[in-house]
């Protein structure tokens, strides 16, 4: 909503002028006069102005804001336009009437511009990007009626200022304000909350309704009215609005605005409270500012002025309802409570005294509803009798209780005297061990009862004990009574060491080895044997024992408390078995050793390794890689005693040969001597075999021949004087020949493709050299396994290839190449038959072309040219005479066998015949 107010203060009212809503649009241009300044918020993002009218000098009309004036009196108008940004305008008149100018706003109409650019007399229109313009009306007549178009060509949020800025001229024209609605209005300005606010309005003109609206959806529908029980939220703008009985509907309705500031009335509350006789009691009121008063009233002729009451030491005679009341900006609330005072408890006590250290008693108090007991040593309690369990010294000194009734609280005290304990001490004489004599004694009292183990009982204050048994160890209580008649015990323990049990046990050993002595049961140990024999081990060992070790042995043993107790151990020694053993120690590489061995029960045979096997028998091969040298057999006896003997196994290795070949590898056939070489001097026999069948004996060189390709082997069979069979082996090998053999490309070579490439593909064995005769000239022309070769002209020619393997083996091949005549052919795509020597027939041209044939056909199928010598062309005619055939397309057949091989080929296609 776009407003202009001419603000005219009468008393308690104005007057004023307001725009109609929605002055987006000619029609709903907004009166206005321009005797006082006018401002307006722009709008944004609004659209552009209407259709149809001519804007003249304006580029654009963004958020357009139409108005209407009407000539009072004649004479120049100057209306001046400010904004913060860019604004634009145009104007259109002079009008007869004030309506119906919206379909008049022509480019005639328009208010003209004149003069200079620095210096106008007439200006009507102005798109410039400044934020101030001007309308100049030269010669404005009364009567006349105006159009003014601003545009808000920024788009930015700003308000829009226009005034008659020539207004003080002595021939400035004026426009007439009494287009617009009059009225004044009046409302309570400033009020308290719940009270009620007052409207009235005053009318000079037809006004026919008027209506109020304001906060909170505020609405009287008459000028004069009332809102009672205003709330602090209706502060606020509250508006008139006036409609008269004028029939323009831009200038029958106008509005005046008036504030009302609703003060809040003070909503005080008090906080009720109560208290004990004797306390500060303190009313505390809220619901106030920093600004308010306040007034109090209460019980006992209470008074004050200040914000929270305080009654200190309060009695009995304070119980009553208070009032307070607070004002605020001039706005009064007021509220009440009560404040209570509470009679307080009589407490007492009826217990304390003197106790025994660790002694129960109890402390009591009376008058009070609850209790809270406090004392030495942190002590407290909310029992109204406490009971102390097990006292101690830091139990003694005076003890306080506050008893609380009915909130209220009062205290009272109870002395405490803690009497400590006699010290009694038991003393033994010491642990015992078993039927040693035992004293118990005990100090620190006057009076004395001992009770211990298996019911032991006695008053008396020392206890003299012949012999101690195990009935008498464990712990021993003796309780003491001091003068003061305090009690108090002390306990013992005693121990009455047992004799140790002792036990041990000898051995028997074979002759020189250990004897073993072993005892248990004590801390310490003496042993006594033959042959005056002593140790203080526990476990004493006699080693390389002989025969005056036999007898027996007696360990004395001590406990770790000293006590003392014997026993006894037999020692018996046995002298060792004899061994030996039966067996063949030397036999050839490959057989087995077997042993037997005799004179004890059981048999270990032991090599490095550890044990070897067990049992009287012993085998292993001679070949086995586990064999020793050296092993030794223990046998033992049925006493357990041991006795070992050395067994040494030689072994005679088998006898070797070298063979070696007088040629070891060739082509087929190879014929090679052997010999033998290297070989033992006590050899005795050797056989020959080879692997063709081939077999002799006792010859120390032989010739072989063998032919066909592989590994061939020769064995021979050795023997010596000891009886050792051995071989010996060797191998020639016969080198595979190659096979020769190549491939060519391109297979058909002719006269104008006549460079041929020739690859190796021989077989049969690995090729390293290779030789190429191109033209049988029994010359070399090429190496490798790849070659290439120029034939000079066509005709036949036989290449031959030499192979030779990586072994020096060889082999060749002879192949017959024939380069013949090339055949080539062309076949143009279009012809001109017109007669001018140039392309006049379609000719087909080629080389190597044994046999012809043509055919034309036109696009229906119908042949119309043939011809079986390529030398004669179409000429474009019918094979029938007649004129040139038709321009088009034609399709063509060529049936056609080479020189070279004869064969039929055919070629078809499309040829053009152009005109």
């Known amino acids: 909503m776009k407003h202009f107010f001419i603000i005219l203060f009468v008393l308690l009212g104005f007057f004023s002028s307001v725009f109609s809503q929605g002055n987006n649009t000619c029609a709903n241009a907004q009166p206005f006069c321009t005797g006082t300044p006018v401002s307006y918020p722009a709008g944004t993002n609004a659209g ?96 006349q009626n105006y159009i003014l178009l601003i545009t808000n060509f920024s788009n930015q949020n700003q308000q829009i200022n226009f005034n008659q800025s020539n207004t003080a001229n002595p021939n400035a024209g004026a426009t007439n304000c009494g287009i617009l609605c009059q009225f004044t209005a009046s409302a309570t300005q400033t009020i308290c909350s719940t009270q009620t606010a007052t409207f009235g309005v005053t009318t000079s003109t037809s006004i026919v309704s008027v209506t109020w609206v304001g906060p909170n959806g505020f609405s009287l529908p008459s000028g004069n009215g009332s809102y009672p029980n205003i709330p602090v939220t209706a502060s606020g703008n509250y508006t008139a609005i006036a409609t008269n009985t004028g029939t323009n509907p831009a200038t029958n309705t106008c509005s005046a605005t008036r504030s009302i500031t609703v003060r809040p009335t003070p909503t005080p509350a008090i906080t009720p409270t109560i208290v004990c006789a004797g306390q500060n009691a303190v009313l505390a009121l809220t619901g106030n500012s920093a600004t308010s008063t306040y007034t109090w009233t209460g019980p006992n002729n209470y008074a004050s002025n200040v914000q929270n009451a305080a009654i200190n030491n309060a009695q009995l005679v304070n119980n009553g309802i208070y009032t307070a009341s607070i004002t605020t900006n001039g706005c009064r609330g007021s509220a009440s409570a009560s404040l209570g005072v509470k009679p307080n408890p009589t407490v007492t006590t009826s217990s304390g005294g003197n106790f025994c250290f660790g002694q129960s008693f109890y402390l009591s108090a009376n008058g009070a509803t609850t209790y809270n007991w406090s004392g030495p040593n942190a002590f407290a309690s909310i029992s109204q009798n406490p009971v102390f369990f097990n006292n101690v010294m830091n139990f003694a000194g005076t003890y306080s209780v506050i008893g609380t009734a009915n909130g209220c609280t009062a205290s009272a005290t109870a002395p405490v005297t803690i009497h400590p304990l006699p010290n009694i001490v038991g003393i033994s004489s010491g642990n015992v061990c078993q039927n040693s004599p035992l004293t118990l004694s005990a100090t620190g009292g006057t009076a004395y009862v001992w009770n211990g183990p298996n019911g032991f009982y006695s008053t008396a204050g020392i206890n003299n004990i012949a012999s101690a048994q195990f009935s008498l160890e464990g712990t021993y209580t003796v309780t003491g009574t001091s003068s003061l008649g305090c009690v108090n015990s002390n306990t013992l323990s005693q121990s009455i060491y047992p004799l140790p049990i002792m036990s041990a046990q000898g051995s028997r050993a074979c002759l020189n080895d250990p004897l073993y002595l072993l005892s248990n049961g004590a801390s310490t140990y003496a042993w006594q044997g033959p042959a005056g024999y002593t140790s203080n081990q526990q476990n004493p060992t006699l080693f390389s024992s002989s025969f005056l070790a036999d007898g027996t042995y007696t360990v004395f043993g001590t406990s770790s408390q000293g006590c003392v107790s014997t026993a006894t151990a037999l020692c018996k020694l046995y002298p060792n078995p004899i061994i030996s053993y039966s067996g063949i120690t030397s036999v050839c590489k490959g057989d087995m050793f077997k042993f037997k061995a005799s004179g004890g029960v059981t048999y270990k045979w032991l090599g490095t390794f550890g044990v070897a096997q067990e049992g009287s028998e012993f085998s292993i091969s001679s070949a086995s890689p586990s064999l020793q040298l050296t092993y030794t057999v223990v046998g033992t006896d049925g006493n357990g005693c041991s006795n070992s003997t050395e067994v040494n196994p030689l072994v005679f290795q088998l006898p070797t040969a070298k063979v070696v070949p007088s040629v070891a590898g060739s082509c087929p056939p190879l014929c090679t001597r052997f010999s033998i070489i290297q070989k033992p001097t006590n050899l005795t026999s050797i056989g020959w075999s080879f692997s063709n069948g081939n077999s002799f004996n006792d010859s120390l060189a032989l010739n072989q021949c063998f032919n066909t390709p592989g590994i061939h082997n020769v064995q021979l069979a050795l023997k010596d004087d000891k009886g050792c069979k051995g071989t010996a082996t060797q191998t020639v090998e016969v080198y595979p020949n190659p096979k020769a053999e190549f491939e060519f490309d391109p297979l058909d070579p002719n006269e104008n493709n006549n460079v041929v490439t020739f690859y190796d593909a021989s ?149 053009t015949l152009l005109k």
């Not at 305008?89 to 511009?113: D, E, K, R, Y």
């Not at 191109?774 to 190496?783: L, N, P, Q």
């Not at 024939?818 to 392309?839: K, L, R």
């Not at 040219?865 to 005619?877: P, R």
């Open 48 to 143: 552009a102005a209407q259709p149809g009218p001519s804007y003249g000098c304006l580029g654009s009309q963004p958020n357009p804001a139409w108005f209407s004036l009407q000539v009072a009196s004649s004479g120049p108008i100057v209306i001046v336009m400010q904004a913060q940004n860019d604004i634009d305008f145009i104007a259109w008149g002079p009008f007869p009437n004030l309506s119906g100018n919206c379909g008049n706003l022509t480019a005639a109409n328009q208010v003209p511009n004149q003069g200079p650019w620095n210096n106008p007399t007439s200006n009507g229109c102005s798109f410039s990007g400044s934020a101030t313009e001007t309308l100049i009306i030269p010669n404005a007549q009364p009567g």
């Open 763 to 911: 077989t049969n064995a690995q090729v390293a050299g290779w030789n190429w005769d191109f033209e049988s000239t029994g010359v070399d022309t090429a190496r490798g396994n790849i070659a290439t070769h120029t034939f000079p002209a066509i005709g036949n020619y036989f290449v031959k290839l030499f192979v030779r393997s990586t072994n020096g083996c060889v082999d060749s091949i002879i192949k017959k190449i024939t380069v013949s005549e090339d055949m080539t052919m062309y076949v143009p795509n279009a012809f001109t038959p017109n007669g001018d020597g140039t392309n006049d027939t379609f000719n087909v041209f080629g080389v190597g072309i044994k046999k012809y044939n043509m055919e034309i056909f036109d696009r229906w199928g119908n042949l119309v040219f043939t011809a079986n010598d390529i030398s004669t062309g179409w000429d474009g005619k019918n094979r029938k005479g007649g004129d040139v055939s038709a321009a088009g397309v034609y399709q063509y057949k060529i049936t056609m066998s080479t020189t070279k091989d004869g064969k039929i080929k055919t070629f078809t296609g499309h040829v």
